[in-house]
């Protein structure tokens, strides 16, 4: 948490709860929890608990769950004629027999994108939809081929016709009758290659097995799951080097991933959390809380470089300072110029 000026401070009636949002989550569960409520549900919505008059302080956070909770806006007028939020929104919780109404002004909704929108004044603009209802027939082709998949493995993979090759007298295969053929079904489905199944057909019927079914490798099973997977990764903004392939990847590129990763995605939806929660809890701006990841190691040779560009550079200064070549004004300038507090 930072001031006005950018340095750093603790407010102790808001980092507490921070660290502990609540009585039954701490940091880490409460921030996993409102982000797969985002990306699973298209709406986060954080609930803020202000102690009675006492202003500038946060007693607890709750992330709500997103499928008993609704928005609806009830104003005639166009959502885009208002500069601040309106009083007609209403924020309704629903459980049981139970609807509860819940002050706008103590709900920090974060959504995932708006894309349904009928009309300016329709009563769900303010609702989210989750990137993922885009991929659903993505995610329905990897079900159905894992389904597929292990069809495969149980019954040995490819169909074919199991007949009859008794001949009659004229030299014409001998149909089976149906009881027969139930029975042989039945017992068919008894082999596979699971340890619970037979792996040797055994009949005393004259059989024959012609295959009819296409090979396992051509119905490009796997591939279907890889191509929908990067998908997957594609929309949520994670880099396909991070997980195992076929393609191979190595430690450089997975260092490099979840360095993109961190970059492109999870440190952009941090800081608009916490923007969010700085603009409820801090409504005059004295105030903003900011996220901070220069702990994490694949930061730390961003940090050992900035540390010897800025020590090189107040070398050079020195010198220049002691020679003559710049004054006392000038050095202090570049110092400020560089961000090094002196």
């Known amino acids: ?37 985002h990306e699973i549900f298209g709406n986060e919505y954080i609930y803020t608990m202000f102690p009675v008059g006492m202003p500038g302080s946060l007693k607890a956070l709750f992330t709500l769950p997103p499928n008993l909770v609704s928005v609806e806006y009830l104003e005639k007028t166009p959502f885009f004629y208002f500069a601040e939020q309106p009083e007609q929104i209403k924020y309704l919780i629903r459980y049981e027999s139970n609807e509860k109404e819940i002050p706008g002004d103590e709900i920090i909704h974060l959504n995932d994108n708006r894309v349904n929108i009928d009309s300016p004044t329709a009563t769900n603009i303010l609702q989210g939809e989750s990137k993922y209802q885009a991929l659903r027939p993505v995610l329905n082709n990897i079900k159905m081929a894992y389904e597929s998949r292990g069809v495969i493995l149980k019954h040995r993979g490819a169909l074919g016709i199991l007949s009859n090759a008794g001949k009659d007298g004229t030299g014409s295969p001998l149909p089976i009758e149906e009881p027969e053929r139930h029975r042989l079904q039945s017992e068919y489905m008894k082999y596979g290659g699971l340890q619970d199944q037979y792996q040797i057909i055994i009949s005393d019927s004259n059989l024959k097995w ?64 916490a923007m969010a929660l700085s603009a409820k809890i801090y409504p005059d701006g004295s105030r903003r809380i900011v996220v901070d990841f220069s702990h994490l190691p694949m930061f730390q040779e961003d940090l050992d470089s900035h540390g010897s560009g800025l020590k090189t550079i107040v070398e050079a200064l020195s010198k ?13 300038y570049e110092l400020v110029k560089y961000g090094i507090n002196y």
């Open 1 to 37: 948490m930072v001031d006005g000026d950018g340095s750093d401070i603790d407010d102790p009636g808001v980092s507490p709860v921070l660290r502990n949002p609540n009585y039954f989550q701490a940091q880490k569960e409460f921030i996993r929890q409102t982000v797969l409520n």
């Open 210 to 273: 012609q295959q009819m079914g296409v090979n396992p490798d051509r119905l490009g099973l796997f591939e279907e799951i890889e191509k929908d997977f990067d998908k997957i990764l594609d929309a949520g903004g994670v880099p396909p080097e991070m997980f195992a392939s076929k393609n191979g990847s190595t430690f450089e590129n997975q260092k490099q991933a979840e360095r993109g990763l961190y970059l492109r995605t999870i440190i952009p939806e941090a800081n608009e959390r």
């Open 320 to 332: 220049a300072f002691a020679d003559g070549a710049i004054t006392i004004e000038q050095y202090q």
